[in-house]
């Protein structure tokens, strides 16, 4: 072998070094090394533990309710972006020094950052693998038809799976652009803040945000998991719930009698109209006696006398009929909380995924930017 | 609404008592800028006042925090003369909430660098500390004034006139390009930093042949590691550098594989194993034909050479501090290079370790390589060296070549025996040094005219 170096000397200029697809698979094993040497493997125990936290939370809300599903979208979110940012927060600037000295024996930046990208989706993807394993076991069900692949819990995976990788290739660009981890570490947090806030789904936001919104990589992954959960299609319980929760409570109103038949008289109420076309008996309905009655010159001499009624929540629902009015708060409100962005269709699924493999394309192509300017680091 | 844009660009106001206060500070300025030999017109810039007098004060990397910050604060007052508010809401808008956030930590920040500045001002003007409460406080027109007008502050020193002692110093040579060896006509290497160029090296020229063990000398901030970095093609220097007729610069991407550099500090993954390490190191370094047996032969010939072969599979992390510098080492050994470049190799190492390890370059350089070494402690191992470069930093704080020659015709130029005597005499005084750069410079330019 040193016969073979001595000889190559004159024509040493000639002679071709490992291209920057070759130097990837250097990068790539050591990495793979790494994960077992440098602890990197904690990642993986880290998503179990968070996803079944979240978990917990989000199995009996999840595709049930209209907020639930919102809900535990958001959290699932939260917990790809958490998953993703800290996969790599730290690895590049952790060893910055290290990546100066082997530029300058011939590394191509490229070849390393294409490296990192290789390892990062197979971390991110282990991540998705134990988020959704650990999420069914405590009692979410990912139950039904996808809207791309045949299985539900496989376009959800892959939408997991995109968004952990878009904040792990985000974190990527932070770690190259910090000269520590302690600048790194010190950025992370206003990252998570900023995904967050900025979102667009959880809380309202002022008209200027609009152009920041779809900066976010949870605004695509928020409409990609609430979408995929057919959330539109989901009822809203809120109301429902609190008005069950105020059954006992008394309520009074003082109406006079004039006020109560002019109710009575309104055809455009649903439930007015309902009850009024009640047959009490052959062809005489409830409408047809309250009219007659509303004429009468009785009930007109008494139009201004004022009566209080006293009664329960449950009472007034139980008059109007449980059923009936659980079904209108329910779907009613649901109808009215549709979300167009959340429309349950492929169209909406693919182009929010691929606004996620865009963010991917651009954080790691800012990290090779950002790192061909290492050289100029100062000593 | 352009005149209010004017003056809270100029004065960061509009109101007559900040107009009133701000001229009061720069005229202050302007007459302790003339006292610190920096031009007097830098008061009346907004952004650079504020660098400039960090020069005064010895304090110029806080000085560009201060700087940056005190532009980005005129900007923000420009923009809230600009924006006017929409919303007759009683809340508070949006857009005045991130201004005003914005604001908060700009003005956090600009005070933090502020203090920092003053302090040096403190200690050039020889005063006691409780007048940074009068340069923090309002009352900072005062100060400048006071210190600007009154003949009793004076600055202990005085901000060089870099250009004038450059073209005092300057000398010109050159060294003729050998066909083996390595040779340097450097010009200058400058760097700007916050628009303003500093000379970092000047007119070195020198011949090196090959199989020769150089040491490179200088005390610190003379340009060791910028001259390095110059000479291997890694920081580019308005120089021509030929190593075995060819040319560093031009042909970098191919010449980098003829260099080895081994860096101060062990730059390595220390979770790795040392073989791992060494062959990732040949995959990288050597030429694409090389077969995984013939680099696995080359792994082993190295590391038996730097003694690694018992500890091959140890982590590097577990190393001692010795094994990491023979591991950085064969790192770059590997390829065989032609020039081999160590920034002190020794450093962490006791005397035994360290003899031995040079004994193992000085082989390398008996094999027909050269080897340039940065080290503090020379006199141990200098009857392993053949020459010497002697850099020194002139009056004009640039980097100069005080020597270049062996081990003896360097004793007998300065007069001194040990090469740790040759560093304390080219030093600054400040640093503890005899000062005598200048005197060195020029003899030296002499004698290669001569």
């Known amino acids: ?379 | 609404m352009i005149l209010n844009i004017l003056l809270s660009a100029f004065f960061g106001g509009t109101d007559s008592f900040t107009i009133v206060t701000s001229l009061l500070y720069m005229v202050g300025l302007w007459k302790m800028f003339e006292k610190s030999g920096v031009r007097g017109w830098w008061a009346f810039v907004p952004g650079a006042r504020e660098y400039q007098l960090s020069r005064c004060a010895g304090r110029e990397s806080e000085g560009r925090g201060w700087s940056i910050t005190a532009v980005a604060m005129t900007v923000s007052a420009v923009v809230s003369q600009i924006v006017v508010p929409t919303s007759n809401s009683e809340y508070v808008s949006a857009t005045d909430i991130v201004m005003m956030t914005v604001d908060l930590a700009l003005a956090v920040t600009q005070l933090v660098f502020a203090i920092r500045v003053y302090s040096g001002l403190i200690e050039v003007y020889g005063v006691r500390r409780r007048w940074m409460w009068l340069w923090v406080l309002p009352t900072s027109c005062i100060v400048a004034c006071v210190w600007g007008f009154s003949k009793k502050f004076q600055p202990a020193w005085k901000v060089e006139d870099i250009r004038a002692e450059m073209a005092r110093l300057a000398s010109h040579g050159s060294a003729t390009v050998m066909d083996e060896g390595l040779t340097v006509n450097l010009e200058e290497r400058s760097a700007t930093e916050f628009f303003q160029k500093k000379v970092l090296l000047r007119d070195i020229h020198m011949a090196i042949p090959q199989g020769h063990m150089v040491l490179l000398l200088g005390g610190s901030g003379a340009g060791k590691t910028t001259y390095l970095n110059a000479i291997n093609g890694y920081e580019k220097a308005k120089a021509e550098v030929m190593l075995n007729g060819n040319n560093m610069y031009t042909q970098y991407r191919k010449m980098q594989y003829e260099v080895g550099f081994v860096p101060q500090t062990e730059m390595m993954r220390g979770k790795d194993t040392v073989l791992n390490t060494l062959l990732d190191a040949a995959k990288l370094r050597l030429p694409k034909e090389v077969t995984p047996a013939q680099r696995r032969d080359r792994v082993n010939e190295v590391m038996e050479i730097f003694g690694l072969l018992p500890v091959q599979n140890n982590l590097v992390e577990k190393l001692s501090g010795g094994q990491k510098k023979r591991l950085s080492i064969s790192m770059e050994f590997i390829s065989n290079p032609s020039l081999f470049i160590l920034d002190e190799p020794d450093s962490g190492l006791d005397g035994v370790m360290a003899r031995e390890l040079f004994e193992q370059l000085r082989k390398i350089a008996d094999t027909g390589k050269i080897v340039i070494v940065i080290t503090h402690t020379p006199d141990r191992v200098i009857d392993l060296f053949d020459d010497v470069i002697v850099l020194a930093k002139d009056s004009a704080r640039t980097g100069r070549l005080a020597f270049y020659g062996s081990i003896e015709d360097a004793r007998k130029f300065f007069g001194r025996d040990r090469m740790e005597e040759i560093v304390k005499a080219v030093n600054r005084r400040e640093e503890g040094g005899d000062g005598l750069a200048d005197e060195f410079v020029m003899k030296y330019a002499e004698v290669q005219h001569v």
Not at chain 1, 306 to 321: A, L
Request: aromatic share 10%; proline share 3%; with cysteine.
């Open chain 1, 1 to 379: 072998m040193s016969e073979t170096v001595a000889n190559r000397k004159k024509s040493r200029l000639q002679i071709r070094y490992r291209g920057r697809s070759a130097q990837v698979w250097i990068y790539l094993g050591k990495m793979l090394r790494m994960f077992i040497y440098q602890n990197d493997w904690k990642v993986l125990p880290m998503a179990a533990l968070i996803a079944g936290l979240v978990g917990m939370v989000i199995r009996t809300r999840l595709f049930v309710t209209m907020e639930g599903t919102l809900m535990g979208a958001f959290a699932l979110v939260m917990v790809c972006i958490w998953n993703g940012c800290f996969n790599s927060i730290q690895v590049i600037c952790r060893e910055r020094d290290v990546i100066k000295r082997e530029h300058r024996s011939g590394m191509h930046i490229s070849s390393y950052i294409r490296a990192h990208m290789i390892y990062q989706a197979l971390l991110c993807l282990l991540q998705t693998a134990v988020t959704i394993y650990i999420t069914l076991m405590v009692g979410v069900k990912y139950e039904g038809p996808g809207l791309v692949t045949p299985f539900l819990i496989v376009d959800f995976g892959i939408s997991m799976f995109l968004i952990a990788y878009a904040s792990d290739m985000l974190a990527l660009w932070i770690s190259s652009l910090s000269k520590s981890t302690t600048t790194a570490m010190t950025i992370m947090p206003f990252v998570l803040i900023f995904q967050l806030v900025f979102s667009g789904g959880m809380m309202s936001l002022p008209a200027w945000t609009n152009s920041i919104t779809p900066l976010t990589i949870s605004n695509p992954a928020l409409k990609v998991l609430a979408t995929q959960s057919n959330y539109n299609s989901r009822p809203v319980m809120t109301v429902w719930n609190t008005l069950n929760g105020m059954k006992d409570r008394e309520v009074s109103a003082t109406v006079t009698l004039g006020q109560a038949m002019d109710l009575l008289q309104k055809e455009d109420n649903p439930f007015i109209s309902d009850f009024r076309a009640m047959e009490l008996s052959g062809s005489i309905t409830v409408g047809n006696l309250l009219d007659g009655v509303a004429e009468s010159p009785e009930v007109q001499a008494h139009r201004e006398d004022s009566h209080t009624f006293t009664s329960t929540v449950g009472g007034i629902v139980d008059m109007i009929g449980a059923d009936r009015v659980k079904d209108l708060l329910q779907n009613g409100i649901a109808e009215a909380s549709q979300i167009p962005d959340y429309e349950y269709t492929t169209e909406n699924v693919v182009e929010y995924w691929l606004r996620l493999i865009l963010f991917v394309i651009v954080f790691a192509a800012l990290s090779i930017i950002t790192l061909e300017f290492i050289d100029r680091d100062r000593r």
